[in-house]
């Protein structure tokens, strides 16, 4: 019993965020006159510009742009990473969700794929899990990074784009309020002060945030009597969103696991997670600032609520395998490399006794320290010591 308690601490203890989602979704429908638009808690002023710029302001203050520089030269994984997550992977959601059309999915479900699909990489879960593997974790962190801060401006766009909607000029202004100043005057303080962001709990700081922002949305979202979501449509987003990340994790491990002249083993692990991970911490208070005014939004947010801890739990249990691959093409690597330079010299060794080298006629073998040099600087039979 004693133990089964401890084991249920450290669960909590370990994932206590997860916990914290559902506990506000919880406390959203009991109390939600809490987060009403001009109720006590007043979400027009703490959510816009008090929670969400938070967030901003504690990723510019935990951003190191001096890891940024380090791996910098190997462009290759970068870019493959850098368009696949912020183009492609928006491209093939969008193509897979009119399919959904077909079969009558809520099409704020389909909104909401295909804004997990617009998201940037998270700055933690793709890093960890790529440290787990033991794959290229500089690679990971500087694509983690930059991804995080392209997507402050590339998500907003391609939301609009792909989602259709038209409010650009408003969105951009709240944008830069409320994101880009907060995160541009974090990472001044951070360059002015040598801030070392490790020895503050800002990361939890940062997360009791975001587990706000999602109260103040479900408040809002059980309030609207014209939002109603089934049960059904809430069992159809978790499964469309674990195939998804099967099939995204699946087609990316296969495409670059067959790059073997560009990529090592180590790289294939971190473009894994890079390219399907997507950022809770940066996409809620996105998508809060653009569907702010939507009464949908909470339908909106689910496939993003439901894609953080997905991408966690499928990678904790593919690490094992992934483990695994890369020693055995680590090893075939290894391999083909002793078997190249064996190759190497045997055929050094099959040139010299074809005569690029002479010895001295009735020697059996070379005298110590002398070196044969070919015919054409030494008449046949000579040797220089």
């Known amino acids: ?17 997860l916990a914290g ?26 959510v816009k510009y008090g929670a969400v710029s938070l967030i ?7 951003i190191k742009l001096e890891e940024l520089l380090k791996t910098l030269t190997n462009m290759k994984i970068h870019v493959f990473i850098q368009i696949f997550s912020q183009i492609l992977m928006p491209i093939c959601i969008k193509i897979f969700t009119l399919f959904l059309r ?33 794959g ?18 590339l998500t907003p ?17 709240q944008l830069a309020v409320t994101v880009v100043m907060p995160l541009g005057v974090g990472q001044c303080i951070r360059y002015m002060t040598k801030l070392n962001a490790t020895q503050y709990p800002l990361a939890i700081i940062g997360q009791l945030a975001l587990l706000y922002i999602i109260y103040i949305t479900f408040c809002q979202a059980f309030l609207n009597e014209d939002m109603q979501m089934h049960a059904h449509e809430v069992l159809i987003t978790v499964l469309l969103v674990v195939l998804i990340l099967i099939f995204t994790t699946w087609l990316i491990f296969n495409i670059a696991s067959k790059m073997k002249r560009t990529y090592l083993p180590e790289d294939v692990i971190a473009i894994v997670f890079c390219c399907t991970h997507k950022s809770l911490t940066l996409g809620i208070p996105i998508l809060r600032i653009i569907y702010g005014g939507y009464s949908h939004l909470s339908t909106i947010s689910l496939p993003l609520l439901v894609y953080h801890p997905t991408q966690i739990i499928l990678g904790g249990l593919i690490v094992t395998y992934l483990q695994d691959w890369m020693l055995a093409r680590q090893r075939s ?35 110590a320290g002398q070196v044969a040099l070919p015919k054409s600087d030494i008449n046949e039979g000579e040797w220089t010591q």
Request: charged share 20%; with cysteine; net charge positive.
């Open 157 to 173: 766009f391609t939301l609009l784009f792909f989602v259709h909607e038209n409010r650009t000029v408003a969105h951009i202004f």
């Open 102 to 134: 077909i079969f009558g999915v809520n099409e704020w479900i389909l909104k909401g794929l295909v804004t997990v699909a617009c998201m940037p990489p998270p700055v933690s879960s793709a890093v960890i899990l790529t440290r787990a593997v033991g």
């Open 333 to 367: 690597r290894k391999r083909s490399a002793k078997i190249e330079k064996y190759s190497r010299n045997k055929w050094i060794s099959e040139e010299r006794c074809e005569g690029r080298f002479i010895k001295c006629e009735g020697e059996d073998s070379l005298a």
């Open 56 to 62: 901003f302001l504690i990723s510019g203050l935990s």
């Open 136 to 153: 290229n974790e500089a690679a990971a962190i500087f694509n983690s990074v930059l991804g995080s801060m392209l997507g402050i401006i």
């Open 1 to 17: 019993m004693r133990k089964t308690r401890k084991d249920l601490i450290y669960l909590l203890q370990k994932h206590w965020f």
């Open 21 to 46: 989602i559902m506990i506000s979704i919880f406390l959203a429908e009991i109390f939600p006159q809490m987060g009403a638009k001009e109720g006590p808690l007043n979400p027009e002023i703490t």
